[in-house]
């Protein structure tokens, strides 16, 4: 079983709808949570922190469910822009261990 | 957020020849920094941690002589890819975290070898 697994997609949606992403994690002993975005040949980019309160930022929601060992992010209202591959990511321990990589979601919003 | 720097953004060699990609963190000293590869399609893997003046740690898998990893200062860590070869194209992307849980990437080196 992977560390982290992730629907590949892609999600075709069109402008302006809403969509979510769901991720799902093996290890329990956990600790961080993230979703990252990456454009295609480019470098992953940190989208937000993912808490177990949920966290919202603008048009993102996240939200973990540490029971189930389950992390979401909703996109309302999506943009042209927001096309490209959603990473979730999970973390444990100090800085001197790397985090691990779901294959990414591939999102493609089309006009 | 934190800034980390790879060069070269790209390089094209010859099958036999030896490849070396550089990672900087800018503004933060990183003792640890982490070496990913991603092939077309496919989720970042980690190749190694490199731990600031001792031996990199590999994961199981990658060829500590064929990716040989310097991390000689607290700011730059090296890969070196020895002897490159075709299956060897790809995208190597490396990775540092500050005091701060989430990662910072540089910005990647796509490798091809011909």
């Known amino acids: 079983r992977k560390e982290v697994e992730q629907d590949p997609g892609p999600f075709n949606v069109p402008e302006g709808a809403t969509v979510a992403f769901n991720c799902t994690y093996s290890?329990?002993?956990?600790?961080?949570f993230f979703w990252y975005r990456q454009d295609c040949r480019k470098e992953p980019k940190l989208l937000m922190s993912?808490?177990?309160?949920?966290n919202e930022d603008g048009r993102f929601t996240a939200q973990l469910n540490r029971a189930s060992q389950y992390i979401s992010l909703l996109i309302r209202d999506s943009k042209l822009s927001d096309s490209a591959t959603y990473l979730c990511?999970?973390?444990w321990g100090t800085g001197r261990r790397a985090l691990t990589f779901g294959s990414g979601t591939r999102l493609q919003v089309q006009p | 957020g934190a800034v980390v720097s790879q060069h070269p953004s790209w390089v094209i060699c010859k099958s036999g020849t030896s490849v070396k990609i550089e990672c900087r963190s800018l503004?933060?000293?990183?003792?640890?920094m982490f070496w990913y590869r991603q092939f077309p399609k496919q989720s970042l893997m980690l190749m190694a941690t490199s731990n600031e003046g001792s031996k990199a740690t590999y994961e199981q898998g990658v060829e500590k002589d064929k990716f040989l990893i310097n991390h000689a200062s607290l700011t730059l860590s090296t890969l070196t890819v020895t002897s490159a070869h075709p299956e060897d194209s790809s995208f190597y992307i490396c990775?540092?975290?500050?005091?701060?849980?989430?990662?910072?990437f540089g910005q990647g080196t796509r490798l091809t070898v011909v």
């Open positions: 990511v999970v973390g």
């Open positions: 503004d933060f000293q990183a003792t640890t």
């Open positions: 990775s540092a975290r500050e005091s701060t849980p989430e990662a910072f």
């Open positions: 993912v808490y177990s309160s949920g």
């Open positions: 290890n329990s002993a956990s600790q961080s």
